[in-house]
């Protein structure tokens, strides 16, 4: 029977995936003659598909992958495996057969390279490695095809056991004419008849060689039926071709099934098929199987292979069974870089044979089933898991898991790129942690306080360290490279205002600190004031700031001092640096140093209004009792004396006090006085009359005392300006409390001031 060119649609089974790299240097293509069709196996070397075309006798034939079922080819195009498959029937439409023996296949294969279209012309010839069965069923990816042996013409003469096609005759002997006819049957349903030429239109192939009578089909077409044999879906078609010769009606019957899915499951391929396909074996009872054998990527299997990698075959009463796990020997594993991230898949190509007879042992049938097994395209993203303990002060982290064909080629910490030598030699641990399921994984180690890691004022005393980790990784061998990004970050409760360490000094007190991180979150200060250079100057301290630490030299009596438990052999003197908040000015860490110094000569007009005073009366001529002395009220006497020298201690609202007002200044004023005495008048020294006194002034600045003094109170913001004087008093004295009498400016000094120095005061 001649059949013309074809029209049909195939279902084919292909990965559809880019960005694919060509194998080495091979060969244009490769041939190979297998047990019922020719495989020709071809390198993709660009973008542009490959291009087979048959020829007959009658001119090329496009062979395309959506096509190609209905003549029996079934071409297949894997970018990301980098080949195009192609598999010709040895029944197919432009093969030369001869005695079903010996076929010989001629295609040319259209190649594009460098633009330019290049022809290769491919003849083989093959020969089935095996006596043609009875009956052969292939099932291949976008198609079955059902071959069986006969003698044609012959008078169908033995008794039909098949019940379907039984029922079928008489319709088959009415219908029939000396033209071979195709009866398609349905369980259920009516026959449908119709000519050869009316079922190559609906895209089947029927063809009568020298010995056999073959049927093709692509998958899905509308007179098969999906059935379930033993739990699985096998699609099934039954078509029967016969004839009327003379007064005999001959039928073939040409049915054929196919097992349609495999499956994926737990990491492994999983292949299963009815031990006793049903449909093609019409009387159980006479059902016989001789042979199953397996190939997997042409390579067929015995017991110690299938132990050796893996697999598990089970053939039992029911169902046949074929486990492959996943990446196992025998299959292929490809692995690829997609949008940045590592993805893989795992294929096998199934070949099953199954030899079995229906009529206890007499005419063989053998099932063929090709299938193309592959996995979904697995995506593996890093994951990263952080290991860090905060009170190790170091981040640990973990980024995995790898297969085993990736490694990690550099790292990235915030910016900066090593190699896993370079970080190692840097001292950054970088260490692989293996798995028992061949994967792996990588821990990096890098501490808090390492320069490379970013530092982060966060919250009120909460510093946060993060670290950005670009990991760079390779797929071997090919070398495709890709990257993952992980941040980690930790936060600690490690931020603290910082803290001057004073030390006592004979002449004063030396503070020192040394730069933090953070230094710019605080403002250092005196009081109300920053502490800048220029009121190191004002005041006469000394102050030196480098890149390292800063120092603060404070002379004694300079302003900023408090002094305290004041006695005529020591006093203490306090001064004070206040930390406060850059931003809302608020005091959060006070740096105090308290220093005890002998005393000499002494004046303190304390914020509260109370004047302490130490003075030395040894040069007084005569030579004066210090135990004699008073202030402007005489009932005030020294809290302490020695040989030479008085304390006083009193407060500005009492004892006699003074005040004068002036546009800006409060002054208070008082007197050492002494009882009455003369000295020998020729001699220029000092007398303890009273126009020779030792006259005590407190100084405030108007804005800071806080109360008038008809309160009796005093409250200032500040300490005041003292001064130790020997001159003429006031000329216009008050007593408190006074009528608060307010002049333009003080009284000027009209006698040589007593060495002494401002303690405390405004700016």
Known sequence: MAVGPYVGVGVILTVILTNF???????????????????????????????????????????????????????S????????????SYFSCYTQNEDDLIFTFNFHLIMIDNDEEVVHNITKTCSPSHTWSHREVTCEKNYMEVSVQTDLPCPHTHTLTDVELASALPMAQEAATSAWQVMFLRQGEEPVVMSVHEAEDLGYFLAVTPGRVVFRTAYGQQHSTIDMVSGLAVEVIRPALFLRQRLTTMMVDLVAACTLDHEFHECALIWKTPTVMVPLVSDLSGFRSKQVDFDVNGKRLDPQMIEERGYTVDVGPEIVEVTIPYAAEGGTRKTFVMDNTYHEFYSVTLHYEHIFTTDNGTLENRLCQHTYMATPVLCHTPFTIDLTVLEDRVFTVYVGNFPFD???????????????PDATQNGYQVSKVTHDNDTYAYTVLVPFEDPIVSKLYFVEGVREYSLNINYTLRILPQEEYYFYLATVVAQIMDVYPPYFNGLCMEDGIKFRIDHQEFDHLWEAGVGPFPLTQELADTRGYIMNNDNQSLTLDVPLFTLGYMYEAVSLEQFLATFEILIRDAKSLEVVQSSAKTCQFATTALLVCSPDGIVTVVCDLSKAKPDAFPSQTSLLDTTCKPKEVDGTRVLYEFALNSCGTRVQITKDLVIYENEITFEESFTPEEKPVITRDSPYRVILRCIYPVHVVGRLFAERTFQSQTPGLGTLQIENPLKTPVTVP??????????????????????????
């Open 21 to 75: 790299k060509c194998a080495g240097n091979v060969d244009v293509f490769d041939t190979k003659c297998q047990d019922d069709h020719l495989r020709i196996f071809v390198p993709l070397s660009g973008d542009v598909e490959p291009c087979f075309k048959a020829i007959g006798a009658n001119g090329q034939f496009p062979i395309t992958t959506d096509g190609g079922a209905q003549c029996g080819y079934s071409y």
């Open 77 to 88: 195009v894997y970018p990301m495996l980098a080949h195009a498959v192609l598999q010709a």
């Open 406 to 420: 990736v490694e990690l080629v550099s790292v990235s910490l915030n910016g900066m790129v090593m190699t896993v």
């Open 738 to 763: 006074p009528k608060v009498e307010t002049i333009t400016t003080a009284p000027t000094s009209t006698q040589r001031p007593a060495k002494y120095v401002p303690l405390f005061s405004w700016s």
